[in-house]
């Protein structure tokens, strides 16, 4: 079955900004849209945006100003930039797959923990 | 934006016990809906979709139901496993988690 994994920074300074990606292995990234989802410490999760394969995007209103989301299909990748970032931007960052139809967030990564700080 | 209001925030419960949690939109959203369980450390699991289609591979005693604004995840004979966190999420417009369910041992 499809494997996501993420990989970046675990420490990233304020104002700078963050970088990840999720790579996919075990199937293709084309026909299916992408999504990066986060997780502050101890709290619950937010929705940041997704990218189809063609490259087409849809983000969170509230971080659309700081969003960034690609996909690469030539390495089955597709990577995360977050501008401006500060303490509230600290959280577990995890990427997942969103089928075209039978609901959402099928297959998730592990997480990967960034921690904003200087 | 679409708000996802669930409840309750936490509850207690044996094994056996039959437990209910629900998710209130702010706005009509269909069967745009699908409920998680997470458990510490790991990543969200999918366990119910398009409101009421179980995950393949997602024991029987899950259920889900409802449609518009109103949805229910059901666990019958709680099982010791079945301590997460649970968690609504609604896909018609952009993305919105609810703010999870505690299931903890009582």
Known sequence: QVQLQESGPGLVKPSET?????????????????????????????????????GS??????????????????????????????????AVYFCAREPTSGGVFDYW??????TVSS | DIQMTQSPSSLSASVGDRVTITCRASQAISNDLGWY??????APKRLIYSASSLQSGVPSRFSGSGSGTEFTLTISNLQPEDFATYYCLQHNSYRTFGQGTKVEIK
């Open chain 1, 18 to 54: 963050l970088s990840l990606t999720c790579t996919v292995s075990r199937g293709s990234i084309r026909n299916y849209y992408w999504s990066w989802i986060r997780q502050p410490p101890g709290k619950g999760l937010e929705w940041i945006g997704y990218i189809y394969h063609s």
């Open chain 1, 57 to 90: 995007t849809n983000y969170n209103p509230s971080l659309k100003s700081r969003v960034t989301i690609s996909v690469d299909t030539s390495k089955n990748q597709f990577s995360l930039k977050l501008s401006s970032v500060n303490a509230a931007d600290t």
């Open chain 1, 109 to 114: 990564g592990q997480g990967t923990l960034v």
């Open chain 2, 37 to 42: 369980q997470q458990k510490p450390g790991k």
